[in-house]
Every structure is written in structure tokens, then in C-alpha cells.
């Protein structure tokens, strides 16, 4: 038997193996507390410890993670809302035999569990992770990723456009679909339902689903161009699944999920259901505020996106780069980590949504680049011209930024363009 105690914890002259998870913290110690406790805390009740000294077998340290790296550090205070805090930036490793492999809720109880509420620090925040490669392709990652582009569409390297009727609940499904045709037919390549419209009575998922889809093959006919449907199939337990094989049985190519607020165990059953279907996933992060709004505390957007594509979803909305209207952390950081190689594992297209219209296009594409699904709800339904000017206005900013067009020369091609530049020119709404 050996004595354990938080300190053994820590060792600074530890050097992480290949494969260890190493997960990088803001940390505010308790006021009681120094950084380097903190950081032992942090490392201890993450994987094997807790608060008071305990008599192990010796083995079972080998599950111990190790805080080895405490450095001072600031967050906050550049972006509207948040103030400028002091902490710490600690790194802490983990050995590959504490996790269950392809369990991300197993992974996340230990790296995201107690220590959030844990009161020897007054702040943390799990800032990022270098993903090992056993843990790492212990998951399935994503089916198609980028790749829905050449699969899903014909659209080469221009970003896929999409859409979500407005309002986002309320409309009938005669109304929904009428507002996907417009928009199909005005350019656009998918509907996309909004993260609060599942099965509603005003709007039946199977009503929506099937006469989406009829939709769709007209619109497919009429344009000459593919396109799709992103029906929101979230659901408790069996439903969910039970709505991803409606989805394959009806002629859809895609599901869309809200990963958040379904918890990650559902988002891994759907990849898995998903995978008999050949179908894609679009990953709606509604919630994800909650953990990632606040730069001194929760799980940052950055790990999030992490864990989405190691579940394996294709598309995930990862903010507009400040130009829309929700509060952004570092989307072209993200969207460069989704693209980058993760042992071979598919990447994952970024979706940019949220308050975004046809002026801002060309910045947006600017600072993100054209490997990338754009959405925008008000900024089509909301053209003085309604939803087919609006969808035409999108696709012929969308198709002039990926030519390297400047959008006034587009726009003196196309009238509806020229409108919502009038209306909302470059504005950044609210
Ligand atoms: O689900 C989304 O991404 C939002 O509904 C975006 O809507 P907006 O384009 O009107 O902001
Ligand atoms: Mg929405």
C-alpha cells in the first residue's frame, strides 16, 4: 500500500508520452489556495484522487494524471462583456488506461466532471486538448466532412450555402416547405430546420420530412443543381434513432442534431445509426454558451468542436468571426483545428450562422475562407423582396467571394443583391 495525497499530483518535470490526453486549463486557485495546489487539485480529482488522503495499491497510481506545467497567465477583457482576470495556464496529462476507449461521455466525466464545481479553484476552464492517437481513433470522426461538398453537391470549392425558415417556430409545414422551394430555387443547396423545431404539432417532423423532401426533388429539377435537407431529428432515447431511419427511408442525404443539448452518448448512437444509412450529420451547437461564453470559465468552444468531430458529426456551427450576431471565440482557430490532420480521421466543414446576410460574405470569406457551409435565416427571409430574392442575393455573394469578385460588380448583375446591400450593407446586427 501507498499513501496518496493531492500533491503527488503534480510533477513539473514531467514530460507527456505520445500517448497521453494532455488538456491545457485556465485556472484561478481558491483564495486559500496556491497555484500549484490548485493545479494538483485539478489533476488529481480529474482522474484518481479526491480531497483527502488515501491508502492505494500501488498500481493504481498509473491512472493518475499529472499537473507539469503552472504558468501565470490573463484571459478576458478584449471582447464586450468580460472583464480582464488573472490565473493560471495549467497543463495537465493524462494516461491512456484512465479512459474507456470511444466513450466520450467516460472521457468528459474525467477531464470536464467535478472540476468545474470544484472549490479549491474559483475559475477554470478546459481550454484545449492534443488528442492521442488511441483515444483519438477510438472514435469513428466524421463520415464525409468537407467532403459533403463533391458528395452531397456539386459545388467544388465554394462554400455550400443554407438556410432556416423564419420564425423559427410557428410556421405550418405547408409554410416551411414553401419557404425551402423559395429558397432552393433562389440558390441556395439545404434547408435546414432551426435547433427549437422537432416535432411540434403546428409543424409534424414526418409531415415536414417527406413533403421537404418532394420539395426538394422539384427544386432539384428546376435548378439542375443537388440539394438537400437538414431535418432536425433530435429526440429522447429511441425517437432520435427512429427519426434518422425515416430520414434514409424517405431519400434524405443528412440529419441534423442538436449535439449540446443531446449530450454526447445520443450524438455517438446517431453517428453509429447514421453510418447504416450513409447518411451526414449537421451538428447545431445550441447551448454551447452555457459552457463556452465565458473566457475564465466552463469548456471552451475550441473543445467542443474537438469532441463533435471525434464523435463524428460533418458539419458544426462554429460562429461567424464576429461578424454575425452571437459572441464568437477565435472561429478561424477552430475552423484551421477542424481542417487539420487528426491521425486520419475526416475533417469537419465549419458552418458559419447567426445573424449573417449577403454583405457580409466577402469579409466572412476573408477571414475564414471558402471551405465552409454559410447559413443565413433573417438575412434571406428578411430581404425587402422575401425568401427566393433573398436566397438569390446569398448564392450570387457567395459564388462572387469564392471567384474573388468584388460583390458591387456582383451586384450590378444581380438586382436582388443589390438590395440587400442597400437594406443591411455591412452591418453587423444584434
Ligand atoms: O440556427 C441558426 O443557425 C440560426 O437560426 C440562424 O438564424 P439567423 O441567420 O436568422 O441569425
Ligand atoms: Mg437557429
Not at 112 to 128: H, S
Not at 130 to 154: I, K, N
Not at 324 to 343: M, P, Q, V
Not at 349 to 358: E, I, K
Request: with cysteine; proline share 5%; hydrophobic share 40%.
Amino acid at each position: 500500500m501507498v499513501g496518496i495525497t493531492y500533491e503527488d499530483f503534480l510533477d513539473r518535470s514531467y514530460e507527456p508520452t505520445a500517448d497521453d490526453l494532455v488538456c491545457r486549463f485556465y485556472v484561478e486557485p481558491a483564495a486559500d489556495m496556491d497555484a500549484e495546489a490548485a493545479a494538483s487539485r485539478v489533476a488529481s480529482e480529474s482522474s484518481n484522487g479526491t480531497w483527502a488522503a488515501l491508502q492505494v495499491e500501488g498500481s493504481v497510481t498509473d491512472l493518475s494524471a499529472t499537473a507539469f506545467d503552472v504558468e501565470p497567465t490573463s484571459v478576458g477583457g478584449d471582447t464586450p462583456g468580460t472583464d480582464r482576470r488573472e490565473g493560471y495556464d495549467v497543463g495537465v496529462a493524462y494516461p491512456m488506461a484512465l479512459f474507456e476507449p470511444g466513450s466520450m461521455p467516460q472521457v468528459l466525466s474525467c477531464i470536464a466532471g467535478n472540476i468545474l464545481g470544484m472549490k479549491a479553484v474559483d475559475r477554470i476552464r478546459l481550454r484545449d486538448c492534443e488528442w492521442p492517437e488511441p483515444l483519438a481513433t477510438s472514435f469513428p470522426g466524421p463520415a464525409y466532412g468537407s467532403a459533403v461538398r463533391d458528395r452531397v453537391f456539386d459545388a467544388g470549392d465554394r462554400p455550400i450555402t443554407a438556410t432556416v425558415p423564419k420564425p423559427k417556430v410557428g410556421l405550418s409545414t405547408d409554410q416551411h416547405v414553401e419557404v425551402g422551394y423559395q429558397a432552393w430555387t433562389g440558390g441556395i443547396d439545404l434547408l435546414k430546420d432551426d435547433e427549437n423545431l422537432t416535432d411540434q404539432a403546428f409543424n409534424p417532423f414526418h409531415d415536414r420530412l417527406t413533403e421537404s423532401l418532394d420539395a426538394r426533388d422539384r427544386a432539384e429539377e428546376e435548378t439542375g443543381e443537388r440539394k438537400s435537407y437538414l431535418v432536425n431529428v433530435t429526440a429522447p432515447g429511441g425517437e432520435m434513432l427512429d427519426r434518422v431511419d425515416a430520414v434514409a427511408e424517405a431519400g434524405g442525404e443528412y440529419v441534423m442534431v442538436d449535439v449540446v443539448t443531446c449530450g454526447w452518448a445520443a450524438v455517438q448512437q446517431v453517428r453509429e445509426r447514421c453510418d447504416r444509412h450513409g447518411l451526414a450529420i449537421h451538428a447545431h451547437r445550441a447551448m454551447h454558451a452555457g459552457f463556452d461564453r465565458l473566457p475564465d470559465h466552463g469548456v471552451s468552444m475550441r473543445v467542443i468542436a474537438q469532441i463533435a468531430r471525434l464523435c463524428g458529426v460533418d458539419q458544426i456551427h462554429t460562429g461567424t468571426a464576429d461578424l454575425g450576431k452571437l459572441a464568437n471565440e477565435d472561429t478561424a482557430g477552430i475552423n484551421e483545428w477542424l481542417r487539420s490532420d487528426l491521425y486520419g480521421l475526416a475533417d469537419v466543414l465549419p458552418t458559419a450562422s447567426g445573424g449573417l446576410h449577403p454583405g457580409l460574405v466577402p469579409e466572412l470569406v476573408d477571414r475564414l475562407g471558402t471551405q465552409l457551409c454559410i447559413q443565413a435565416g433573417g438575412g434571406i427571409h428578411g430581404h425587402p423582396d422575401g425568401t427566393h430574392a433573398g436566397a438569390k442575393a446569398l448564392r450570387a455573394a457567395v459564388d462572387a467571394a469564392a471567384a474573388g469578385e468584388d460583390i458591387e460588380a456582383a451586384a450590378e448583375r444581380e438586382p436582388a443583391l443589390a438590395t440587400a446591400i442597400e437594406k443591411w450593407g455591412t452591418e453587423t446586427p444584434r
